[in-house]
């Protein structure tokens, strides 16, 4: 049965609106997003702001998407300085909630911080209520539930006119817009305007991308080649350890342990490299909750993205099953140790999440479905090359997000295929012309996360924080678009930057000046006054503030306004100065320190970048592989940090010998993560050895520099990952300042 659009709300029984509450505005322009996913709401909020009515499509019963049902509420972006509009609104309302329920103070506002990013850990259950409160204050939305889309009709020169949607009930409705945009994560409403899309793994030969095709080199005839392989969906479940939450795990009625050959092989190795295999400090969310990801499962979601409704219900339950399966899995498969399943036995179903869902997520995390072939196709050269765009909407600096496509078997043994280890992972632009049809396939549609990529690139942009941000962009595009009366390829970039910039969106790659510096004289005296000046590079956002560490101890000196600043030695050593400089904006540059030496001096301050291990003060030996400089990382102390993630106390280390720390010295190390764990640091001087737990909370000064303690001779510094309150960092740069 179909009704015309002003007598569809009387059956529309999720939304509960009104026919004139739904029937838009003539006198505005109007907009239709499908799917209330984070894009889908970001393009929603940032329309409706601009003067946009806009109504929002969802199909499932709940808003939010793979954030609010499927578990995906743990968000890494490799760099803050990228998060604006919308997405740091979102961040900074979860951290205000957890402040103002919990206490500024309180275990659950510090467990929402991940890589110094406050709100980027939550609650599933908080986040929605979070995105409601943000479409609230827009009177200008109006949201249908529990909606399907039918069919899309397109009208002459390539415009779609009006979409065709229906109820739980089959109760069917007409609905026009000027502007769609397509935010869903299988580009339901593109595939039906006959927009065209890519899906599987191009060939290296394709784009000319290394990481490219199928990534084994045990079968070396097929390394590099295309298949229809996609990454594998993940199935984040929410556990908890707490037993008046916890709802204990129940065999699933098709278990096999079989399926998890891979998964034992992977467990296997971990267990040999004495990595920690559940890991579930770098799983925690507020609460004593654990967003844990679990098993690997490939091959059966290709269908997903073209399928109809009961193909993805079917894709959804064998990833959920297979999910809980696999906590079973762990808990009492006896080819694993029983340590291992004994600490798995701690784990059950958190009762106070998903409550219409029998505290299960509603669907998988569409890793990756169809990848539009837009008007531009962004490729590895993207990530590495062309970081910079003419026509930048936003920023995307997140770690490789890519998981296996498929399970091999080598000796008898089977192992994941398909992971893309992309490092450094540096920030780069995203053009508008990535989220924008083909002029010749549609008009007047956008599409904000099947956006135009190789399945290279997908690998790294594929993460809820991008998608935020570039559907805010739709969002402002679309308006632009309906109020010009334009094709959206025609859009005014130059006003699109203005708006999003004027909704502080991050459209432009944070700023890559140094805090490279000179002074003079060259070789000072004691007491003689020297002039610093930053070396100002060529850049758009120069730096406005200026952070001086004359002293070596983390501690700010002096703070100016201009590149130029004086200071006077007091004591004949060498000594390490270090500045960071700042922009407009409050984004910092990496810190850069070096040793002034003065004139017939007596002593010296030592620095050490554990990046360059050749060193004139000290020996130095580790067992961690050292990679090269990342960009993403800030705060930024020095070249390169390591972060042990999976390993087990006392697996990594870093260990300082020397001859030359004679006589008192305090030690400092950097690092550049944030959270509630701990390294351990043993310094051998005078008095033995001194074991220092430090807790590698961010701290206050610019610099991420962290006291170690005062000794005398140093003949030893070691610091490991060895501590009872879970170790993961081995840290980044040393220094060492001579005291006496």
Known sequence: MRLCLRLLLAFFTVALLSAEELAPDVKRQTLIVYSASPAGISAALQAAKLGMDVIIIEESEQIGGSITNAGNCLLRPADQRIIGGTSKEFFDRIYAYYCNKFGQDSSQAADTSANFLKGSRFEPKAALLIFKQMLAQQSGIKILTNTRLLSVQMGKNKIIESVEISDSNNVSAILKADVFIDASYTADLAQKAKVKFAQGREAVEKYKESFAGFRSKSFPEKFGTADKN???????????????????????????????????????????????????????????????????????????????????????????????????????????????????KTLGIAKDEFLNTKNLPQFPVITEGLRMIGTTVLTQQDIFENRFKFDSIAVCATQTNAYPCSVIERNGEFFYEGRLAITPYPSFEIGYSAITPKVSECKNLLVATCVSASHVVWAIIAEETTFMALGQAAGAAAKIAAESKCDVQSVDIQTLKRTLLESKAVIKNPPEFTANFKWSPLKPKVGEAITFEHIIPKTKSAPVKFYWDFNGDGEVDFTGDTPVATHTFEKNKNHLVTLVVEDKSGRRSKCQSILVKLENSESSDYFLDTENRESDFCTFKTNVEITSANEAQ???????????????????????????????????????????????VIVEDDSGKTEVLVDFKMPENPYGIIKIGTFKNIKMLKATNDSEKGGVTIFDTYRFIKED
């Open 230 to 344: 996609i990454q594998a969906f993940i199935q984040p479940l929410i556990l908890t350890q707490r037993d008046g939450n916890k709802i204990l795990i129940e065999k699933p009625s098709d278990y096999d342990p079989q399926n998890y050959k891979a998964e034992l092989t992977s467990i296997k190795n971990k267990i040999s490299r004495k990595e920690n295999v559940l890991a579930l400090a770098r799983q925690k969310i507020p609460n004593g909750k654990i967003r844990f990801e679990g098993a690997v499962l490939t091959a059966e979601n290709l269908p997903y993205s073209t399928g109809n409704l009961e193909v993805r219900k079917k894709i959804a339950e064998k990833y959920l099953n297979f999910a809980i399966g696999f906590i079973w899995f762990l808990q009492n498969d006896e080819n694993l140790d029983e340590s291992l399943r004994t600490e798995a």
């Open 634 to 680: 800030l705060p930024y102390f020095g070249n390169n940090f390591k972060q042990d993630a999976k390993r087990s106390p006392g697996a990594l280390y870093f260990e300082i010998s020397s001859e030359n720390l004679r006589g008192t010295y305090t030690a400092y190390l950097n690092t550049t993560l944030s959270g509630s764990a701990t390294s351990k």
